[in-house]
C-alpha cells in the first residue's frame, strides 16, 4: 500500500500569523494539513486528533504486522499509547 497523504509528523500549532485558528502542519514539508476555527466548541479536540493520525495510522500498522506474525508487541503498544495521549483520548 502507497502513501496518499501527507508524511508525518504532524504538529498543532496555535495560530498562524494572526489567524484565529488552530493550525495542524506538516512542518518537514511547509504543508498546512489543516486549519480549525478557534469559535468551533470541537475545534481543539478535532484538530489533536487531525495532527495524531500518521502516527495512529503507524501505531495500528505496527500492530497489525506484530499480531499477525505473533511477534512480542510490547513496542507497538507504547507507541499506540503515545499516538492515542498526542490524539488527546487519554
Request: net charge negative; hydrophobic share 45%; proline share 6%.
Given at each position: 500500500?502507497?502513501?496518499?497523504?501527507?508524511?508525518?509528523?504532524?504538529?498543532?500549532?496555535?495560530?498562524?500569523?494572526?489567524?484565529?485558528?488552530?493550525?495542524?502542519?506538516?512542518?518537514?514539508?511547509?504543508?498546512?494539513?489543516?486549519?480549525?476555527?478557534?469559535?468551533?466548541?470541537?475545534?481543539?479536540?478535532?484538530?489533536?486528533?487531525?495532527?495524531?493520525?500518521?502516527?495512529?495510522?503507524?501505531?495500528?500498522q505496527g500492530l497489525e504486522f506484530?499480531?499477525?506474525?505473533?511477534?512480542?508487541?510490547?513496542?507497538?503498544?507504547?507507541?499506540?499509547?503515545?499516538?492515542?495521549?498526542?490524539?488527546?483520548?487519554?
Amino acid at each position: 500500500m502507497s502513501l496518499q497523504h501527507t508524511p508525518g509528523p504532524w504538529e498543532l500549532q496555535d495560530h498562524r500569523k494572526g489567524a484565529d485558528c488552530y493550525t495542524i502542519a506538516a512542518p518537514n514539508r511547509c504543508y498546512v494539513v489543516a486549519e480549525l476555527d478557534h469559535d468551533h466548541p470541537e475545534a481543539l479536540a478535532n484538530a489533536r486528533l487531525i495532527a495524531a493520525a500518521p502516527d495512529l495510522l503507524a501505531a495500528l500498522q505496527g500492530l497489525e504486522f506484530a499480531i499477525r506474525r505473533g511477534l512480542s508487541h510490547e513496542v507497538e503498544m507504547e507507541s499506540a499509547r503515545a499516538a492515542i495521549v498526542k490524539a488527546g483520548a487519554k
